[in-house]
């Protein structure tokens, strides 16, 4: 039954927003309630019967004291109605400038979640999309993060999961101690934990809120692109969810270690931490967050555990065995220019390519000692497009092995600046796949009508995608399946405008082919 509320716009702003100390007894009475896993949560109605929200939603217990750097345990229960009004903290994270706001608001009590939906309370089967923030797995923010804002996105007509997971030390430190005392003689991956037990909450109770647990779409961008494609590659998280959209990050060898090797440098931070003998994990867990945060290691890489991840997720994606599921996956066409003048180019590349290096110079327009060649106007100059191909070719490359499985893929690259900055830029797309165009913010700028057509275009293709498997429906520009033949893609360009093109950096990311194909063991 969809929920409506049948009080003017106005009116039912006065009931909501006065008062303040809390909502009034008139407000609470017409807000909805709904029963989950720990008990009953209250909500808020949107503005103009747009649905619901649910913030701050706990979907597992407090990984606090003794419950640090262990999986995610079940809720504990409470008796009264809990509101649900305040998105939770974002997860313990260092300031680094970009985030500041979040890393002041952060606390390793993160595990919540929110659910905006376009009904409330409701048995309709709406598509559910879960979308898991970036920030490089040691920093960023989901709720608490005005970015994600779920009214335009729901408007589509799909349910919003907006999800908080541990960071850092907190996500993804392995040490022995932990290894032997866990069941599973695994440690590390507690974030990519955090992610599967938000996946399995969605599964048994986002029936409530409107949303088909049978239909579930993960998204994410930069390392939340990164998990999402790394749980394709993990046991653990198969059938939890049906589609999946990674922008701008892939895994790569280098992002998962061998656990001896991840044992072997979480000892060495606690060693520096203060820990020393036998007791080693139980000295780090009564250390406040802070303190594990002054260790030199940003702890972001996935481990081999033989559990969460029996084989590296780049080594499961390049052999086919990752989950069957349709994917959308993309990039912009400036993500980060490398740093450095010319020379620094070159030393960067042979560091990275190695043997492939006198080919990438060249490709690069670095082989001589001159300055370095001029700007492309999509792709910017040489430190733009290297810095840059570090994100794309893998994405493109784990589409064409997704591809190649036999699964659907689509294809994007997005090419639009923020106006007025002169280019694209990492996260600039973000701002138009949430439909929130503001003029200030992480992503503000001086959008224009194109800007707020080219997001509800973006808007429509990601949401067909999650109600139907295929992004494409009537009144839409046309967007090309996948494949390794063709290598159609499509290009939401500088011009706001939308067009398919077909082998995406094709040379450069031939190297990358190169580069991936036979992906090395785990670090």
């Not at 290096?357 to 060249?362: E, K």
């Not at 106007?377 to 490359?397: I, T």
Request: net charge negative.
């Amino acid at each position: 039954m969809r929920f409506l509320s049948h009080a003017p716009a106005a009116f039912a702003c006065l009931l909501l927003c006065s008062g303040l100390g809390g909502p009034t007894t008139s407000a609470v009475a017409s807000e909805p309630v709904v029963s989950v896993t720990g008990g009953d949560i209250r909500g808020r109605l949107l503005e103009d019967g747009a649905g619901a929200v649910f913030k701050g939603i706990p979907f597992a217990r407090p990984p606090v004291g003794d419950f640090r750097w262990r999986e995610p345990m079940p809720v504990i229960p409470w008796n009264d109605t809990r509101d649900a009004g305040e998105s939770g903290p974002p997860a313990v994270q260092p300031a680094l400038g970009w985030n500041d706001k979040s890393a002041a608001a952060s606390r390793e009590d993160c595990l919540y979640l929110d659910v905006w939906t376009p009904t409330g309370p409701s048995t309709a089967r709406n598509p559910v999309m879960v979308w898991i923030h970036g920030g490089a797995n040691v920093a960023g923010a989901g709720g608490f993060d005005p970015l994600y804002d779920g009214r335009a996105l729901i408007s589509h007509g799909a349910v919003l999961v907006v999800v908080e997971y541990r960071l850092g030390i907190l996500g993804f430190f392995a040490h022995p101690e932990l290894t032997r005392e866990s069941a599973h003689h695994a440690s590390g991956n507690y974030a990519t934990l955090d992610q599967i037990a938000a996946l399995r909450w969605v599964r048994d109770n986002i029936g409530k809120f409107g949303g088909d647990p049978e239909n579930v779409t993960i998204f994410g961008q930069s390392a939340g692109a990164t998990d999402v494609l790394a749980l394709m590659a993990s046991p653990l998280s198969k059938g939890l969810f049906h589609r999946a959209i990674a922008e701008s990050g892939a895994p790569s060898p280098r992002s998962t270690l061998a656990l001896g090797e991840a044992e072997e440098e979480g000892a060495r931070a606690g060693e520096k931490l203060g820990a020393q003998g036998g007791r080693a994990v139980a000295f780090l867990r009564s250390l406040p967050p802070g303190e594990l945060l002054k260790t030199e290691h940003s702890f972001s890489s996935f481990t081999a555990d033989g559990w969460v991840f029996p084989t590296p997720p780049v080594a499961v994606w390049a052999s086919g065995r990752e989950h069957a599921v349709p994917l959308i996956i993309g990039s912009n066409g400036v993500e980060f220019p490398a740093a450095g003048s010319p020379d620094d180019l070159r030393q960067t590349i042979h560091k990275f390519f190695g043997d492939l290096a006198p080919r990438a110079l060249a490709l690069y327009g670095l082989s001589g000692d001159g300055p370095a060649p001029d700007a492309d106007p999509v792709y910017g100059d040489a430190a733009d497009q290297l810095g840059s191909d570090v994100f794309r070719c893998p994405s493109v490359l784990h589409g064409e092995w997704h591809s190649g499985a036999g699964h659907p893929v689509w294809e994007y690259e997005f090419d639009r600046a923020i106006p007025p900055h002169p280019k694209v830029a990492h996260s600039g797309d973000l701002s138009y796949v949430f439909g929130n165009l503001h003029p200030a913010g992480s992503q503000g700028g001086d959008f224009q009508d194109a800007d707020r057509r080219l997001s509800a275009v973006i808007q429509a293709y990601w949401t067909n995608f999650a109600r139907t498997g295929n992004p494409n429906d009537t009144g839409l520009p046309k967007w090309p399946g996948f494949d390794a033949m063709k290598r159609e893609y499509l290009v939401f360009t500088a011009a706001a405008d939308v067009a398919a093109a077909a082998n995406e950096r094709g040379p450069f990311c031939d190297l990358y082919r190169a580069l991936l194909s036979e992906p090395a063991a785990p670090r």
